[in-house]
Structure formats: C-alpha cells, structure tokens
C-alpha cells in the first residue's frame, strides 16, 4: 500500500509540473509585456518578446526559460525519441535564454536558430508524442489528442507567418501592430495549453 502511494504522488507530482509549464508558457507574453510597460512608462508593445530582453524584464524571460528548459530536460516519455526531443528542446531553450537577439551578429544567429528549433521541438510533442495511446484512447482522449493537435498546428502556422513577415512584411504598415510579439504569444499560448491539458488538467479519463 505504501509503496502504491508512493507512486501515485510521483505522478501526480509529474502531472503537476506539466500544469506548471503550461502555465508558464501562457503567462511569459503576458508578464513580459505588462513588465515593460511599468519600466518603460508606456503603453507600447516591443517589436518582439526577444526584445523584452534589453528591458530588465529579461530577468523574468531569462528565468522562465530555465524553469522550462529544467523541466524539458528531466520529462521521460514513453520511448526514446521523447527523451530526445525534451534534451533537444531544453538545448534550444537555453540557447534563446543564453544568447540574447539584441547582442553580435553571431548570437542573433543561435538565438533565433534556437527559437525556431525550440518552436519545432514543442510542437513535435503537441502533434506526435501527446497524441500517442497505449490501448484503445477513451472519448477523453481522443478530445485531447484534437486540442494537442490543433496546439501544434497553431504552433506551425505561428512560425510560417513569422518567417514570412521578416521574409516580405518588415518594413510594411502591418509592423505597427507588432505582429511577430503578437504571433510568438499565439505559439506560446498553443504550447502552454497543451502542456496544460496534458497535465490531465482538462478532459481527464474516468478514474477506476
């Protein structure tokens, strides 16, 4: 019995760090911006959440990314290839943290290429590893696998359209409204609620 309970903290402690980095990722955009707003004595968005780093709000970005990497590093999936794709993803989350967008021309390198990467990484697990099933997938889960579908699509089509904006967009009237801070937030939120549903937050399976 003690050791059956023993496990079911150990999960239950797991889940909960799902939760918490789904969290995470839906509150970044909004914690960065409203931070910049308090330092800077206006009411502007950055051009990007990467540019929140030249505030003192990389504090805040910069910590974040490492709660995520952590956790990104420790997750262990059911095969291989999860634990690579987390080691992977943490590699890139650091790389983003590490190398800042505002710094020489070769951290601006890594950081993006690190920022592309990590936004492939998290929807590689939205789109092919959350959606995977041991048996027969309940109602619930089949719900789930929809939400992380759809997370991970949102996560894709985020990243086409910001490579599209710096690629033919740049220096059109659409900059105004910040669309790349605007399109990162959208990947973020996709990112966060999927960890979150996955945290057996929502659409949990019946118990017994």
């Known amino acids: 019995m003690a050791g059956n309970g023993n496990h079911e903290r150990v ?3 797991y889940l909960t760090l799902r939760r918490v980095v789904g969290v995470l990722g839906v509150a970044l955009p909004v914690l960065v911006a409203l931070w910049g707003f308090v330092l800077c004595g206006c009411g502007e968005l950055q ?3 990467s540019d929140y780093y030249a505030l003192r709000t990389r504090d805040l970005l910069v910590g974040t990314l490492f709660a995520i990497a952590w956790f990104l590093f420790t997750y262990r999936g059911y ?4 634990d690579l794709a987390g080691d992977l993803a943490c590699l890139f989350a650091l790389g983003v943290a590490f190398f800042p967008a505002s710094g020489e021309e070769w951290e601006k390198v890594v950081h993006f290429t690190s920022a592309l990467g990590l936004f492939l990484m998290l929807s590689y697990f ?3 590893l ?3 099933s041991g048996g027969s997938p309940t109602p619930q889960k089949r719900m789930r696998n929809r939400v992380y579908v759809t ?3 949102i996560m894709l089509v985020c990243i086409a359209l910001i490579g599209l904006y710096y690629w033919l967009l740049q220096d059109s009237p659409i900059a105004a409204i910040k669309p790349v801070f605007w399109l990162e937030s959208l990947a973020l939120w996709a990112f966060g609620f999927s960890w979150f549903v996955k945290g057996e937050t929502l659409w949990r399976d019946p118990q017994g």
Do not use: A
């Not at 095969?79 to 999860?82: A, C, H, M, V």
């Open 151 to 153: 997370c991970g699509l």
């Open 79 to 82: 095969e291989r290839q999860d």
């Open 126 to 128: 939205s789109l092919f």
């Open 47 to 49: 051009d990007s959440i």
């Open 130 to 132: 959350f959606t995977k």
């Open 11 to 13: 999960i239950v402690s």
